[in-house]
């Protein structure tokens, strides 16, 4: 009976994460047009889209080989399985062992390699340049990630992150220099895999200035659809992400009953409405940065992060 | 060294050409000219064809506006753009028109006929059959890892069409080549021999966002080449349209430029100011982008007391809540990190190609029409001409904020001083061929208007010269050793148009 329980928890949250990532696009469009004194269109247009996409016919270039038609596919799945493996209103769910730090970050990059070369797959000149621009990014990106785990890892000591939660819900965590700069930069790193301002613009019409659109131009109906629910389930597993583990409070066991985990999963939905504001709210104020400046900002988020580490080092052997 | 007005007295002057003069030249004197464009004392206003004629407007800054003219023996003539290259488009655009054969032009590719028009040559006696096309062979640049990139002439966003091939070493842009005339509409064409009134609509649609200037221009033409004196209290309604829309276009301008840098508040702030000049423009002239408000002889609408208030409380409304977007852009460094230095236009460049408006004026080219020209309400009126040198993004956009700021000024001056009285006179028929020309301050720079008019008051032939024309490529110029991903943000300070080139 438990063990049904157990699997009922870990499908909601596979599907509930599903279910939530285009109302939370949704919700940071409509802040973000609100912001600028636009009406915006309603906070369930994203499933509109996706459900219009869907039944569109796909239009595939003549050249474009099977990788262009299953980089869709392998991308949607890569990056669920990722969003389905933070911990969302519970921990300690039946896949939770699985939900390594490190195997996200491993998810997310494979994900990335084959939309890389999707987009250079069918030729044009804009899929190369969002390529090239993407792998840019991602090369300095990633080392940040992986620096912001090995804090993490330090701190806590595990890079599983249920145990990563719990301990930072522990009274025991402290007040860390290292975690704060571990913040900032996860923040930094949120922002530019998920292509939002002042990285990429999500919302531009400019070819020429696209990373992540220019990659994609090329796909259309269902393919397009999957792509795109992908890139709303990343930036909810970023801020899964932040908020599990920066933001613990109101995280339940999964073994606590039905109520408990009610609870859990509102103050999972009040700390998504934040950082979502919070997102809508920085990108508006904003503009977007050089290309070349893209490296300086990650840069600025590698050396945080690698500070962060640091500093766990030197205050341990003191 | 000979100055214009010399040129043209010692040549077969025509007559009635107004308000400035004309004359037939020999080869001699048209080479003469062509070495003071060269040399950079005088500038080119505009070059258009006629079956078997080439005229030239030209500007000599310290005698005015002259046009010279040269009969094309056999369709040939000696080229301009072999020198002095701001002419070489328009030679382009003459040859594809009237099939006149610049003598020496380098670059012989074809420039507005894409080879879809089913004629050869639409604006000769005899249109020919259509010559096959051949394949549009762009400029070569050459070294290791460069690579091309085809942008267009189809968007990914909901703009007017235009072919921009960029080289690109990496992101660097080696070289830019634009390809344009997409957007063809055969315009002189379809005016000449076209009345005086449909002609004006026809003007009036050259470049949506410039109808008033373009209105005005060619009613100014019309009225100096029938020798017709617009009511005053029309001549000042006009200033007061062409006001309003220079500041609709900057306004919306700023705005844009800032989205391209991603910035949507600035963009957002100045739709919501420019939305209410158009209303403003609505209330008072019954046209929201006041087209078809400007006629030869006066103007069509004449704005009551609900109309005037309207534009009065405009004005209140935007220089309350202007200063604050100003200062948003001043003081946002993201925004300044992506403007300052991005897109220089040098100084000699701009002035080889008389570029008018912002575009000129950021990088040093002292010139409007208003002010140097001094049409009439203008000579009556108080403004300044704001000029920068840095010829940046960055500049462009100044140049466009103290332009709002001294269109405001004259639209309250305009308001203060509006006489009474009628705003439409008649035309009397002219009792031969008449010609008139005029230069207007737009908001994109000055639009030329050449016109004459025969004995049967039908337009006989009409020439409308869009700023763009020397604009267009300067953006060239302006983007090379830029990255890719900043020419959106540099086409959009530039904002030529494609319709009013392409014609």
């Given at each position: 009976m438990a063990v049904i329980f157990e699997l009922a928890v870990q499908g909601a949250q596979m599907f509930s994460v599903l279910l939530l990532a285009p109302l939370l696009i949704g919700f940071v469009r409509k802040v973000k047009a609100r912001l600028v004194r636009r009406q915006g269109p309603s906070v369930i247009q994203p499933y509109r889209d996706l459900a219009r996409l869907m039944r569109k016919e796909v239009v595939l270039a003549d050249n474009a080989s099977w990788l262009f038609r299953v980089t869709p596919y392998l991308i949607f799945a890569a990056t669920w399985v990722a969003a389905a493996l933070v911990p969302t209103f519970a921990t300690g769910l039946e896949f939770s062992w699985a939900a390594d730090l490190i195997v996200i970050v491993a998810l997310l990059g494979s994900a990335r390699f084959f939309q890389a070369l999707a987009g250079m797959d069918v030729g044009t000149s804009f899929g190369g340049i969002g390529a090239s621009r993407e792998v840019m990014i991602a090369s300095l990106a990633e080392p940040a990630m992986l620096l912001i785990v090995f804090s993490l890892a330090l701190v806590a000591g595990a890079t599983q992150l249920s145990t990563v939660a719990a301990f930072m819900g522990s009274p025991e965590v402290g007040l860390r220099v290292s975690l704060g700069m571990s913040l900032i930069a996860l923040v930094m790193v949120a922002i530019a895999e998920n292509a939002r301002i002042p990285v990429d613009n999500p919302a531009t019409h400019l070819e020429l200035t696209m990373v992540h659109e220019a990659m994609i131009l090329e796909y259309s109906g269902r393919h397009l659809a999957m792509i795109e629910l992908a890139s709303f389930l990343k930036l909810l597993l970023y801020m899964s992400l932040i908020s599990c583990v920066f933001?613990?409070?109101g995280l339940e066991s999964a073994g606590a009953g039905p109520k408990s985990l009610a609870v859990g999963a509102a103050a999972y939905l009040g700390k998504l409405a934040v950082l979502a504001i919070l997102l809508a709210v920085f990108e508006t104020a904003v503009a977007k940065m050089r290309v070349f400046r893209v490296p300086d900002f990650l840069g600025a988020a590698l050396m945080l992060a690698l500070l962060g580490t640091l500093l766990l080092f030197v205050s341990r052997s003191l | 060294m000979p100055a214009l007005a010399d040129l043209i007295e010692a040549d077969r002057q025509v007559e009635h050409h107004a308000p400035w003069r004309r004359a037939v030249v020999a080869p001699k004197a048209w080479n003469l000219a062509v070495e003071q464009l060269v040399a950079g004392r005088w500038s080119l206003l505009g070059l258009w064809g006629e079956p078997g004629k080439v005229h030239m407007a030209l500007l000599d800054e310290a005698q005015g506006i002259g046009v010279i003219s040269l009969d094309c023996r056999g369709g040939r003539y000696p080229s301009i753009g072999q020198y002095h290259p701001p002419a070489l488009r328009l030679e382009r655009a003459g040859a594809d028109l009237f099939g006149l054969a610049p003598q020496g032009l380098p670059d012989t590719r074809r420039w507005l006929?894409?080879?879809?028009?089913?004629?050869?040559?639409?604006?000769?006696a005899r249109p020919g059959v259509p010559a096959v096309a051949p394949s549009y062979r762009f400029l070569t640049a050459e070294g290791e890892n460069l690579h091309q990139i085809p942008v267009g002439p189809v968007h990914a966003g909901i703009i007017e069409p235009g072919h921009f091939r960029f080289t690109a070493g990496g992101e660097t842009v080696v070289r830019l080549e634009e390809r344009l005339g997409y957007v063809h509409k055969g315009i002189e064409s379809l005016m000449a021999g076209a009345p005086i009134e449909r002609a004006a609509k026809l003007a009036g649609r050259t470049s949506g966002d410039s109808t008033v200037a373009y209105s005005l221009a060619f009613a100014r033409a019309v009225e100096a080449a029938l020798g017709v004196a617009p009511p005053p209290r029309a001549i000042w309604l006009r200033a007061l349209m062409a006001e309003l829309e220079r500041l609709a276009n900057h306004l919306g301008d700023i705005g844009a430029i800032c989205n391209d840098a991603a910035f949507a508040i600035m963009h957002a702030h100045c739709g919501v100011l420019r939305e209410r000049v158009l209303r403003a423009a609505d209330t008072a002239f019954g046209h929201r982008l006041m087209r078809d408000r400007i006629l030869p002889g006066g103007t069509a609408s004449d704005p009551n007391e609900a109309g005037t208030d309207a534009i009065r409380s405009l004005v209140a409304e935007i220089r309350r809540r202007f200063p604050h977007l100003v200062e948003l852009y001043d003081n946002t460094a993201s925004l300044q990190d992506r403007t300052v230095a991005t897109g220089r236009l040098k100084g000699e460049l701009a002035r080889q190609y008389a570029a008018g408006g912002y575009v000129g004026r950021a990088s040093g080219r002292d010139f409007d029409a208003r002010r140097d020209l001094a049409y009439a309400p203008y000579d009556q009126l108080t403004f300044d001409v704001p000029v920068l040198q840095e010829g940046d993004v960055n500049a462009r956009v100044w140049i466009r904020v103290r332009e709002v700021e001294q269109s405001l000024s004259l639209v309250e001056q305009i308001l203060g001083r509006l006489p009474a009285g009628p705003t439409l006179v008649e035309a009397a028929a002219p009792e031969g061929p008449r010609e008139g020309m005029a230069l207007v301050e737009g908001f994109r720079g000055d639009i030329l208007a050449w016109l004459r008019i025969g004995e049967d008051g039908l337009i006989e032939r009409c020439h409308l010269r869009d700023p763009s024309w020397f604009q267009w490529p300067l953006l060239e110029a302006a983007i090379e050793g830029n990255i890719v991903a900043d020419f959106p943000l540099c086409n959009k300070s530039f904002n030529c148009s494609y319709s009013g080139h392409d014609l």
């Open positions: 933001l613990p409070w | 006929d894409h080879g879809q028009w089913g004629i050869s040559h639409p604006l000769t």
